[in-house]
């Protein structure tokens, strides 16, 4: 699966942004989509996640009840509704994905098999 991400920018702290990842190849229906972040020197960290299985969903702590995670399957698109944004939340956000048949969440970005390139989430405080 090829995945392209889109909808970075600079954005005031309290403000939103949408953030989005097509996807294009193999099948995507059985699918894991998920969001993964990395801060300015730090290590990649889990921001949310889809499963096929129930729509089911998993946010970080630090990113949930603001965050929202969706997806398109006609268009093979998945989404990240930021809202509410901190200057914490800088970062360049990744998608990724992983064929799953089981639908189970992984929070471990080495789980994850396939990634786009990222986009750049910068929040002016």
């Known amino acids: 699966v090829q995945l392209q991400a889109s909808g970075g920018g600079l954005v005031q702290a309290g403000g939103s942004l949408r953030l989005s990842c097509a996807a294009s190849?193999?099948?995507?229906?059985?699918?894991?989509m998920a969001w993964f972040r990395q801060p300015p020197g730090k290590e990649r960290e889990f921001v949310a996640a889809?499963?096929?299985?129930?729509?089911?969903?998993i946010y970080a702590d630090s990113v949930r009840g603001r965050f929202t995670i969706s997806r398109e399957n006609g268009r093979k698109m998945l989404n990240l509704q930021m809202n509410d944004l901190k200057p914490e939340d800088t970062a360049v956000y990744y998608c990724?994905?992983?064929?799953?048949?089981?639908?189970?969440?992984?929070?471990?970005?080495?789980?994850?098999?396939?990634w786009g390139q990222g986009t750049l989430v910068t929040v002016s405080s």
């Open positions: 190849g193999r099948t995507f229906g059985l699918n894991i």
């Open positions: 990724a994905t992983k064929f799953d048949p089981a639908g189970t969440i992984r929070q471990l970005a080495r789980e994850y098999k396939d």
């Open positions: 889809f499963s096929w299985r129930g729509y089911s969903t």
